[in-house]
């Protein structure tokens, strides 16, 4: 019996929808990284992401004007998005970014599309989905890639001006993450449509967390289908399948909504009992029965990699901003709590984690505008960069305390924080994505043979066992290379190589490339002690997965700082964060995946082949926390690059923390003058800042013109601190009626 026999009998077989998702997409500078040897080259080669003239126009133009008539507090007290924001949407097509322009459509790049996004999330998570989605895996997607020249031509301009608007429906009550469970089903049959007899589907289905389904007018549907009476052929099950039906077709049902965490996004339920459909209804007409999981998974590459990222860096940007600004005009025992260690612990973790998040962001859509869609590198941005959104929210609320938890106009970060389990949950729930998907894919399809191996593994072709060897001896050539190579940068570190011109990036991309030298190893004795019960291995194969996944984050951010940074000097303190947080968790990512390797001698191999004998990891020091956490309270070109999404429009919460955040800035020089002047001859009683201000003026400590100047800034941090009030029945109160009530009391004392 042959080896390939032998392994046949062992390996379990692929399903059809395994297989249609693991040759979906393309591969990219991922299958570098899982072969040892990150190409620094191709990424450095990379053209630049930039907005085109158009893109700019758009932005300068109709997003900030969307901007100026969102008020998401509003919107979150309400049952529906303003209607005429949803016209707005349509008339200036927002629906309409990925359709080419010669079907009425936008046609922005991947970049436009996230900053657009994004641009929006960071002030509405409602009206932000409610714009991706229909650029992202939808009816618009795959009308332009399978749909006939009829379908594109009717539904194409209708979608781009807005006068339709889609959903697609994909998950069942049954099946979720299981797509291809789905129990939704249709019967090749004929009926009547038109006024005529015509061969057709009898589709009944049940549909649920379908975005924008109680509003939309046309409905993508995925549904399975069978042929009992044979009538295109001998097969019975002809597999999943996608259609367009609108929604005034007799017997689809639209309109009931979820509430999802009260974010008003329009989210909710479709279904139809026996409803016929002719096969001009099918995206692609009758040819494409069947095809239809195909035609999703190869689609999903790219929308993954864009909308949910896309709001993770949005979530991450508000609240680093709002943070660092309100870090820095809080005080608390005569200090800014941007001061106090244990704040500034978690200032840098948010400040370095918003870089990353960025340089993440710009480099995946740098991607995909090259055309490709890959599948792997899209999996880790919606993973991680959900995450991390998630990891930043958390320890920005833990900073602004009682201010982040009252909801109200002036909260940055409540609507944010609600709608965060959201990006985590749709397109791929992230357990599945990180445990499943990342390496289980990035593994078929990084390794030079192992996918030609699968395959001839499981062919019935007569010359199957000759191509066989052939394959397995370049791969036993493959992993000797990759254990040498481990081995010697693992012990030798002369032999880590870096390309940079760089002296701070020079020693992180030598730890990089001695990290992923080692995954390699480990990847390959994996797959040879565990073979097929490596994908059930979740924990292990996810670790795998985590240290692609943080390298190639480390990637990215040395791309970022090396090509895109205006102030390297400034940016520095977040770079160093970020790449040495992201090596750090790749690297304790190797430990725990060695320590938890079930085959002892395997587990001292690779503890050989990677020099990991111990569980302790190169970590962050405080030195570096201090400095990133001052950094970040500063007022510089650093910072706003990383926080360009935010726009603070008139009167909303971001504009009051920034006007302080400058106010301050402006004025510290005075401060300090007071501060001074105040330990010298205590103003008794103090009462207030305003009091004491006027005593200090009166002596002539500070003149009319600073007193101005400081009493601007009193009235701006007064602001910025406040949070909001109502009275007993919950009716919000302005800002101004709260803060007078107080000038007042201290008057009054």
């Known amino acids: 019996m042959s080896i390939r026999t032998s392994l046949k009998k062992v390996l379990p077989p692929i399903s059809v929808t395994e297989q249609e998702a693991l040759d979906a997409g393309d591969v990219w500078i991922e299958s570098s990284i899982y072969q040892g040897k990150p190409d620094m080259q191709a990424l450095r080669d990379i053209p630049q992401a930039k907005l085109s003239a158009e893109e700019q126009a758009f932005m300068d133009g109709p997003v900030t004007e969307l901007l100026g008539m969102i008020d998401e507090y509003e919107i979150s007290n309400e049952k529906h998005i303003p209607q005429h924001i949803l016209d707005f949407l349509g008339k200036n097509r927002f629906f309409s970014m990925i359709i080419p322009k010669k079907f009425g459509g936008l046609e922005f790049s991947p970049y436009a599309n996230s900053t657009i996004v994004a641009t929006i999330a960071a002030k509405s998570g409602a009206i932000a989905v409610t714009v991706m989605v229909p650029n992202s895996l939808g009816p618009g997607e795959l009308l332009m890639h399978y749909g006939t020249s009829e379908q594109q031509d009717y539904w194409l301009p209708r979608l781009a001006d807005g006068r339709d608007i889609p959903c697609f429906a994909l998950t069942s009550p049954e099946a979720g993450s299981d797509a291809g469970a789905i129990p939704d089903a249709a019967i090749v049959t004929k009926g009547e449509y038109n006024g005529e007899e015509v061969l057709g589907l009898r589709v009944s289905w049940d549909k649920r967390y379908i975005t924008l389904a109680p509003i939309a007018t046309v409905l993508g549907l995925a549904f399975k289908v069978f042929d009992p009476d044979q009538l295109l052929g001998d097969k019975l099950e002809l597999g999943i399948t996608c259609a367009l039906l609108p929604k005034s077709h007799p017997g689809v049902e639209l309109g009931n909504r979820h509430d999802p965490m009260g974010v008003r996004f329009y989210n909710g339920t479709t279904r139809g009992q026996d409803v016929f459909i002719p096969m001009e209804f099918i995206i692609g007409g009758q040819k494409n029965i069947g095809r ?78 090259l055309g490709v869609k890959p599948s792997v590198v899209t999996a880790i941005a919606k993973y991680h960069m959900t995450e991390l959104g998630r990891d930043v929210m958390n320890s920005a609320m833990d900073i602004q305390a009682g201010k982040a938890i009252q909801r109200g106009p002036q909260n940055t970060l409540s609507e944010g924080y609600s709608a965060l389990p959201i990006a985590i949950t749709v397109e791929g729930a992230n357990i599945l994505t990180r445990n499943l998907m990342i390496f289980g894919q990035g593994a078929m399809r990084c390794h030079p043979y192992l996918k030609e191996m699968v395959d001839l593994i499981h062919s019935n072709d007569s010359s199957a066992d000759k191509e066989f060897n052939k394959v397995l001896r370049k791969t036993v050539g493959f992993s000797v290379n990759n254990a040498f190579r481990s081995f010697g940068k693992s012990y030798l570190p002369f032999l880590r190589g870096s390309e940079s011109s760089l002296p701070e990036v020079v020693k992180h991309e030598k730890r990089l490339n001695s990290i992923a030298a080692k995954l390699a190893p480990l990847a390959d004795l994996s797959l040879a002690v565990l073979g097929g019960d490596l994908k059930k291995a979740e924990l292990l194969s996810a670790r795998l997965g985590d240290v692609m996944s943080y390298l190639y984050g480390a990637m990215a951010a040395i791309r970022f700082y090396e090509q895109r940074v205006e102030d390297r000097k400034l940016a520095q303190p977040y770079f160093e964060y970020a790449i040495q947080w992201s090596l750090q968790q790749a690297d304790q990512a190797i430990v725990n995946f060695i320590n938890n390797f079930p085959n002892t001698a395997t587990r001292g191999l690779m503890r050989l082949l990677t020099n990991t004998y111990s569980n302790s990891v190169k970590g962050i020091s405080d030195k570096l926390v201090t400095e990133l956490a001052a950094a970040a309270m500063q007022d510089n070109s650093a910072k706003d ?109």
């Not at 949910?308 to 005569?334: D, I, N």
């Not at 200090?335 to 480099?363: C, H, N, S, W, Y």
């Open 292 to 369: 239809g999981w195909q035609m999703l998974v190869s689609c999903l590459g790219a929308g993954r990699g864009i909308s949910l990222p896309a709001m993770g860096v949005a979530t991450a940007q508000s609240a680093f901003k709002s943070t660092a600004e309100y870090s820095f005009v809080r005080e608390q025992f005569g200090l800014p709590i941007g001061r106090f260690e244990g704040i500034q612990e978690k200032m840098a973790d948010i400040a370095g984690k918003t870089f990353l998040l960025e340089a993440m962001r710009v480099l995946t859509t740098e991607g995909l505008g």
């Open 641 to 749: 690059q990383i926080t360009h999404l935010v726009r603070p429009m008139n009167g909303d919460g971001n504009e009051i923390n920034e006007q302080a955040f400058k106010a301050k800035h402006a004025v510290k020089h005075l401060l300090g003058k007071v501060q001074k002047a105040l330990r010298k001859e205590p103003v008794i009683p103090f009462i207030s800042f305003e009091n004491a201000l006027n005593k200090l003026l009166e002596k002539g400590v500070v003149t009319e013109q600073e007193a101005a100047q400081l009493t601007d800034y009193n009235e701006k941090r007064k602001l910025a601190v406040r949070v909001d009030e109502y009275t007993f029945d919950m009716e919000i109160l302005p800002a101004s009626e709260t803060l007078k009530a107080v000038s007042s009391n201290k008057n009054a004392a």
